[in-house]
């Protein structure tokens, strides 16, 4: 076995381990999946090391599996500088959150299931992040799925949490299908099934291209696909943070990542991938914007990052994709944990207009959840800055439709306007809620908030150096392309401070709280949850009345049995007389009728 291989096994047989400790009052096994994930993390660190030390790709295939006409499956791992650089950021993550979680849920009575859930989740992603060919990746593919259902579903006796769940399966399980076609495709025409070597003609590429790009749509929550990530949180805060910020919902990104060879072999999915990255993060960033739930701005601003890394897809850069993914999880996961601990806080108070003042109630947390918005925003020298810049940039020197660029440019400055909106309600400003006392800041989960600021600062520069594109983009621009992305930014951030100068002169507004028709659409996608299923429903209630009451119940069903009963009974009554005349006729008919037909 590769050396690269088998340092690779030690933090999978270290989070394998952490699944068989037994539970009692007396030993707290998720104590030792805390310490499970960090040594795993650490000991994550050396395949990194090897790589950046020697550079070269390795692939270990390990057993046959089964085979697909000529094409023949082995259980393999593949090490490259996407698997490489991906499981630590994967594994410090959910370390930190695991660290987290111990303080954020140590009420809940099945505190070790959940811990159980979050190990098997990551083991779930690791085999899909090294996957070396479609069939092992579609494994940790459906594997993150299925602890996706089961986490969100976590309050089971939620009705909120109930629909989340199912909604999050059913938008998945649509777009699986692509998966499924691709994979197919790909078996029939007996095109190779390893990740590494997948290449076809543009005639044979457009099809399986088309899957994948429908299976990520689906994973990574693009148009189309978007209203499950906001409905999923209603799952806990830590679910929210590790699955729908830095791991499941970018596998989707990844997918294409790992394809991207295939998919450039079809112009038509280059320029499809381009398209609707861009719409998504224009869409995703107007819906952030209307909402006055702290998670679901979060959640929508995930979705806008989603839409900028597909986009970066469409330039033919799968490294600027890759990186702003590593630089993604820092930021996202702390902003989540920060709105954990401050929704904790307050008595599990999510409208931010009820929140306010916290940067002396709550200090630290407030400090971090600015850095995060900041990062987010693509502040310079944060770690957002390094990739989103970059990616702006390559749209900006490449020979694209304008309304990619446009559409992209108005998103970032909307995404400063969100986070500024947040800010201002959550941090600055005067209390809105009962107490005005200090709030506690346990140490528990300050360390892992903390431990991922020191991600959304330093992280960017460190990735940036390690990860230089394949498609070296243009080095030379007029200065205004240059800039293009710092002036969207300072842009939303003059707008958004001139908006909360005037803020508290403004006169509430007595027209009712209903948005209007437009922003419903964006953020509640009114085609498929209203209008569509008003009409299934009418369709239903109109198939249900014919079929059920008119057809069964009344043609073929009990009425018609009993309309057939008083026929034949109206028909026997009047030889029910008592009358032995007739009786007397009946009978020598009927014995004529019989010796008539017993005659030759």
Known sequence: MNPAIMLFMLPLTIMLSSLFLPYS??????????????????????????????????????VYWLAFNVCPIHI???????????LPISLFVAWSIMEFTVKYMESDPKIDTFFRYLIIFTLMMMVLVTAENVVQLFIGWEGVGIMSYMLINWWSYRSTSNKAALQAVIYNRLADVGLAIALAWMVVNNLSLDIQGVRASPDLAL???????????????????????????????????????????VAGVFLLIRTSKLIYSSETATMICLLLGALTSLLAATCALTQNDMKKIIAYSTTSQLGLMMTAIGLKQPELAFMHIATHAFFKAMLFLCAGAIIHNLNNEQDIRKMGG???????????????????????????????????EALNTSDINFFSLAMTLIATTFTVLYNLRMIYFVVLGSPRMPTLSALPEARQT?????????????????????????????MTMPPEIKLAA???TALGFLTGAALMSTAPTLQPSTKGTQ????????????????????????????????????????????????????????ALTSLHKSRINSYLKIIALAMMLILLLSLP
């Open 76 to 86: 393999s791992f593949t090490l490259d500088k996407y698997s490489v650089l991906f």
């Open 515 to 570: 948005s209007p028709l437009p922003f419903k659409m964006t953020h509640f996608y009114f085609i498929i949850h209203h209008t569509l299923s008003t009409i299934t429903l009418w369709i239903s209630q109109k198939l249900s009345n014919h079929l059920t009451d008119q057809t069964h119940y009344e043609a073929t069903g009990p009425k018609m049995l009993a309309y057939l009963q008083i026929l034949m009974t109206k």
């Open 358 to 392: 916290l940067k002396k109630a709550m200090p630290i947390t407030s400090s971090c959840l600015i850095i995060g918005a900041l990062a987010l925003s693509g502040m310079p020298f944060m770690s957002g800055f390094y990739s989103k810049d970059a990616i702006i």
């Open 486 to 488: 710092l002036i969207v």
């Open 446 to 474: 300050l360390n892992p908030i903390l431990r991922l600021a020191v991600g959304s600062i330093a992280a960017g520069l460190l990735i940036s150096i390690n990860m230089l594109p394949s498609n070296i983009p243009q």
């Open 207 to 249: 099809i399986p291209a088309l899957g994948f790009i429908l299976a990520a749509a689906g994973k990574s929550a693009q148009f189309g696909f978007h209203p499950w990530l906001p409905a999923a949180m209603e799952g806990p805060t830590p679910v929210s943070a590790l699955l729908h910020s830095s791991t499941m919902v």
């Open 25 to 62: 009052k007396m030993n707290k096994p998720f104590h030792a999946k805390v310490l499970a994930t960090k040594l795993a993390f650490f000991s994550s660190l050396l395949p990194l090391a090897f790589f950046l030390y020697d550079g070269l790709v390795v692939t270990s295939h390990e």
